[in-house]
T-cell receptor, first 113, second 115 residues
């Protein structure tokens, strides 16, 4: 039961340009969403989150957009840097019960110098 | 200010042996979560524990897998009689509380290889 989907397994972007990573979910009970970044041989690192009461959250170069009606969220990275090259996981959970957090399969971002 | 610690980082077992994976949460965190990542897949929730209690084990296979988080010491994920399909990366995460805008912080993972 894949409740969180990242349909693009990979994305390649030129340094300085915008990277847009997409995520769709099916469970309308999800109301807290997170993005994690993962380098090889390391654990996922928390990047940014958004709760369903908002439609946008910004932290430096990273912005997450949430479209509840479409059950879609996206992560924008501007400007992209080579150090951003990693696998990005989208995750979703219920606000009052985020114990059972569901992850997407990940998108591998490559930022070319 | 150490993060979540997991050991061993790599574990090789033969079929039928037992695997024990350890997780020490971040200081001040009393909630521990275990996830499994199979190749080319996302992380799948296995179990959520607080000190001395299993709160949610809905993602754990019904047989051969068990987890504990004793009053003292790390959380342990135990896999008995391992099979090749158990080969995966196992990640532990911890959080100070649960629910709300709580964020889980992950350890580096243990890569289990079953020969």
């Amino acid at each position: 039961d894949q409740q969180v989907k990242q349909n693009s397994p990979s994305l390649s972007v030129q340094e300085g340009r915008i990277s847009i990573l997409n995520c769709d979910y099916t469970n309308s009970m999800f109301d807290y969403f997170l993005w994690y970044k993962k380098y090889p041989a390391e654990g996922p690192t928390f990047l940014i989150s958004i709760s369903s009461i908002k439609d946008k959250n910004e932290d430096g170069r990273f912005t997450v957009f949430l479209n509840k009606s479409a059950k879609h969220l996206s992560l924008h990275i501007v400007p992209s840097q080579p150090g951003d090259s990693a696998v990005y996981f989208c995750a979703a959970s219920g606000y009052y019960n985020n114990n059972d957090m569901r992850f997407g399969a990940g998108t591998r971002l490559t930022v070319k110098p | 200010n150490a993060g979540v610690m997991q050991n061993p980082r790599h574990l090789v077992r033969r079929r039928g042996q037992e695997a024990r994976l350890r997780c020490s949460p971040m200081k001040g965190h009393s909630h521990v979560y275990w996830y499994r990542q199979l190749p080319e897949e996302g992380l799948k929730f296995m179990v959520y524990l607080q000190k001395e209690n299993i709160i949610d084990e809905s993602g754990m296979p019904k047989e051969r897998f068990s987890a504990e988080f004793p009053k003292e010491g790390p959380s342990i994920l135990r896999i008995q009689q391992v099979v090749r399909g158990d080969s995966a990366a196992y990640f532990c995460a911890s959080s100070p509380t649960s629910g709300g805008t709580n964020t889980q912080y992950f350890g580096p993972g243990t890569r289990l290889t079953v020969l």
